[in-house]
């Protein structure tokens, strides 16, 4: 019996999960507001946001008659430095002034200010509910003038596109959506190299990239929050200047990586669907966290009670947190990063300062990172609490957000990223990958199936330690493995399997596994390849 005959694909689903529930009647229309308008990662979008249709013009019944009329440029006015920013949505005008202050992390809706909320809605899988449209009734002050409506919206080319100042990306990464962007890294490129070129290093944003100018790097800053509230603020020159900077080697993975994998053996997941390329490696440069908490005054050797997370936030308004152990670990290699494989941070992988939690998924590396706060609590993003966990298989609806921990540490996982071969006929092989293991576990042995499982052997892990640093194994093994078909095999099915040094190794199937969010989809990785049907001449 092969991982395939077990874990038979099921196309047919149209399963939602629930989402973020509205506040009660009870509540406030500002903290209803709050959570629309609280971004929801992409992870969820694809699945989460049902398409209700165009939204509907504006009805005759609504208040919105015998309103002011604006034009658009008059609104680009009420930008997110005046003192009293407005948001466009369909053809109103709601001023948001009084919103704002009242919600922490509010400032994200500043970000559309003087245009259309539209794309934002999106971005942040809101859903166009008419209960959210009721709310936003309370901050209309006007209607967009008719010269400036197109079919009663304002015109498409008139509506700032969030994404306007993204990067451009190497054509090489395999685009799963573009905006945000998120793209994976390509098997090729994840076999060619022990540290990932920064060209090729998977992207995976929740939003719009921030914009820093080179020169302004330097005076960019970062706010640290001490439990007794003190602050004090840090820049990148400051950092630069006063700490020790330490090099680490480190993979990093997002909780996501083969996620498409899941969805075709197992059932239906939500979210990005990502092949084994959402995971790369690359060297770090920067300070130590732990350092940068203890000069702004956190007393590491008499931590009070009430430091128990390391709350990150980005500039884009992305937010989550680490355990306070995990960030204080001296060993734990824990660092606001400015250098990526020996330059400056790319603009897609945080410029100018990111941090890097090395053997944890990614979804805690904050990029931009421009605020910090050691609390008694998880970061209130639903990055934290919802999106980034695990279910069990029987758990396919009502799912019970707060039950589970965010996923922090990762589980080992490996993947083929290369198969070629070796002979003319296509008889010998070759095949390439990668093996890792989260919380600084090392790769001890790396097992290889060419018969989809019935037999195995053992492939070579490559040595690339002179390449090698930090505390622990932070970074990936590479394997190669070479070897003849066997002869009984009518479809040659590669599969291949990893045990860390803790003895941890992976599920032989998805379904065992199976989680709605499609997390942590790390079961026996197989291809389907048979090089003896490949035309053309063996590669050496
Ligand atoms: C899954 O199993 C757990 C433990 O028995 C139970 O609490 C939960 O309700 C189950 N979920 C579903 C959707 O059946
Ligand atoms: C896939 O999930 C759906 C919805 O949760 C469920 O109804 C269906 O039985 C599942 N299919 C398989 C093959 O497990």
């Known amino acids: 019996m092969t991982a395939q005959g077990t874990d038979s694909p099921e196309h047919c689903l149209t399963h939602t999960p629930s989402r973020p529930s509205s506040a009660g009647a009870g509540a406030g229309v500002l903290t209803v507001l709050f959570s629309v308008f609280q971004p929801v990662s992409h992870e969820t979008l694809e699945a989460d946001v049902e398409d209700e249709g165009p939204a509907q013009a504006a009805d005759s019944s609504n ?33 948001i002034t009084d919103w704002i ?20 809605w999106d971005i942040f899988a809101i859903h166009k509910t008419p209960y959210v449209r009721e709310i936003l009734q309370q901050f209309v002050v006007g209607k967009i003038h008719p010269d400036d409506l197109e079919d009663g919206r304002p015109r498409m080319n008139d509506i700032e596109d969030p994404f306007v100042s993204d990067p451009t990306r190497d054509p090489r990464l395999r685009q799963i959506t573009a905006k945000p962007c998120n793209a994976e890294t390509a098997g090729e490129d994840l076999a060619e190299a022990f540290l990932t070129p920064n060209e090729v290093f998977y992207v995976r944003n929740h939003m719009w990239v921030p914009v820093i100018e080179d020169t302004a790097a330097d005076a ?11 602050v004090k603020t840090y820049t990148v020159h400051d950092l630069k200047a006063k700490f020790k900077q ?16 899941m969805t075709e053996h197992a059932n239906k997941t939500n979210g990005l669907q990502w092949g084994p390329g959402a995971i790369s490696c690359a060297k770090w440069e920067g300070v130590r966290l732990r350092d940068v908490l203890k000069d702004a005054g956190l007393p590491l050797d008499d931590l009070p009670e009430d430091a128990q997370h390391v709350q990150f936030s980005g500039l884009e308004a992305y937010g989550a947190s680490i355990p306070i152990h995990s960030a204080l670990d001296p060993r734990g290699d824990v660092l606001l990063a400015f250098k990526m494989n020996d330059l400056p941070l790319p603009r897609d992988h945080g410029f100018p300062v990111r941090v890097i939690v090395p053997g944890t998924v ?21 990055w934290q609490r919802r999106d980034y966990k ?37 008889n010998h092989v070759e095949v390439e990958g990668y093996a890792y293991s989260g919380g600084g576990h090392e790769i001890q042995r790396v097992d290889v199936s060419l018969d989809g499982g019935k037999t195995w052997d053992q492939a ?76 053309g001449c063996a590669d050496s």
């Open 63 to 95: 208040p919105g008659d015998g309103l002011p009329q604006y034009r658009l440029s008059e609104i680009k006015n009420h930008g997110p430095k005046s003192s009293r920013p407005w948001v466009i949505f369909e053809d109103k005008v709601y001023d």
């Open 101 to 120: 202050p009242a919600h922490p992390g509010g400032e994200v809706i500043l970000r559309a200010a003087g245009g259309s909320i539209e794309p934002y």
């Open 220 to 230: 960019h800053g970062i706010t640290i929050e001490l439990p007794d509230g003190d």
């Open 246 to 261: 330490y090099s680490v080697t480190a993979v990093l993975q997002c909780s996501g990586n083969r996620r498409r994998d």
């Open 362 to 382: 990614a979804a805690r590396c904050v990029k931009w990172v421009s605020k910090i706060v050691v609390s008694d609590e998880e970061s209130d993003t639903s």
């Open 390 to 426: 695990c279910f069990g298989p029987n758990e396919t609806r009502d799912l019970d957000w707060d039950k589970y921990k965010s996923i922090q540490e990762m589980p080992i996982t490996s993947a083929i990223t290369r198969a070629r071969k070796k002979s003319a006929d296509g």
């Open 460 to 535: 070579s892990l490559v040595d690339d330690s002179e390449q090698d640093s930090g505390s622990k194994a932070w970074s990936w093994k590479r394997w190669r493995y070479e070897g003849a078909l066997p002869t009984t095999t009518e479809a040659a099915a590669f599969v291949v399997k990893a045990t860390d040094d803790a003895y941890n190794t992976q599920p032989q199937c998805y379904k065992s596994i199976y989680n709605l969010r499609g997390n942590l989809a790390t079961a026996w990785h197989r291809v389907e390849f048979d090089p003896r049907k490949e035309k």
